[in-house]
């Protein structure tokens, strides 16, 4: 049985293209897209740091530069703050500059989501490591990771979360197979990527959290492409299943897809609506356009 060890590293890939944002994704990252003031990619390595993690990399590409001057240090304006005496704001951007050292990887080429992740295999080496996609954020107040985590000690092996997704959705998801051990825990048999509705082995979609024991790395480098002419991280777990178990969470939170249009909408409107300062404006706009 695999030594159990700390997840202590995670991989974010942040390198795809973000198509689905065009036309304001060919000079921004779809992962700095904003949620009122902080860019979707921000809360994702918030939750990484909040399930304990301390060492992070994230899989960049082609124009995505903006991601690394994001997290930052940022003296110039940390000293204008600083003369204004404007703490409240100094503090936020302060935040930023206290998260753990970030490293980057370029993907150099867009070859899918699977291939991104074997970028990180210098990095991460021969111990467990956590995967959280750069457009999902999951709040909850034990982050999603750190409920994988949870998972990943009792088992010692991979873990993805996974949620229910409506029918017409499965061919957007990599979609398990699997026998329920608890009401919340399936013991993965299969994982198919993006399946026609018909086809699906079920309506359990994995979303953007993982965790993976290392041996993963030598799946991807083993995988074909797949839909999408791409190198898919679901195909890389099918092999994985061959020797190793794979268990399948159904986690504890409400997810956002900002990867999405509606979703990005939506995460917008219920961040503002539990936001203190806008709440209130926020919901009586609502209301009067309801009513409207
Ligand atoms: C990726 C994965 C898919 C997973 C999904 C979760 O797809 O390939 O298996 O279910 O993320 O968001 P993408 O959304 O990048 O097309």
Known sequence: MRKKQNIHKAVIPAAGLG???????????KEMLPIIDK???????????KSGIDDIII???????????????????????KDQHNDTTLNRLREIADFPTIHYVRQKEPNG?????????????????????????????????????????????SVISIEHVP???????????????????????DIVEKPEPD????????VGRYIFVPEIFDCLKNTNRGVGNEIQLTDAIKLLLKDHPVY????????????DKLGYIETI????????????????????????
């Open 19 to 29: 198509t689905r944002f065009l036309p304001v994704t060919k000079s921004m990252p």
């Open 113 to 157: 989501l699977g291939d991104a992740i074997l970028r990180a295999e210098n990095h991460i080496g021969n111990e467990p490591f956590a995967v959280l996609l750069g457009d999902d954020i999951i709040t909850n107040s034990k982050p999603c990771t750190a409920q994988l985590m949870t998972v990943y000690s009792r088992f010692t092996s």
């Open 248 to 259: 399948a969470y159904q986690f504890e939170g409400k997810r956002y897809d900002t990867g």
């Open 199 to 206: 086809k699906a082995p079920s309506d359990m979609g994995a």
């Open 39 to 49: 860019p979707v990619i921000h809360y994702v390595v918030e939750e990484a740091v």
């Open 269 to 292: 409107i219920d961040f503002a609506l539990r936001d203190p300062h806008l709440n209130k404006a926020m919901m009586e706009y609502l209301q009067k356009r309801i009513c409207s």
């Open 167 to 189: 029918r017409e959705k499965v061919c957007s998801y990599g979609i398990i197979k699997g026998n329920a051990i608890e009401p919340d825990l399936v013991r993965v048999e």
């Open 59 to 81: 899989i960049t590409g082609r124009g995505k530069r903006a991601i690394e001057d994001y997290f930052d240090a940022a003296p110039e304006l940390e000293m204008r703050l």
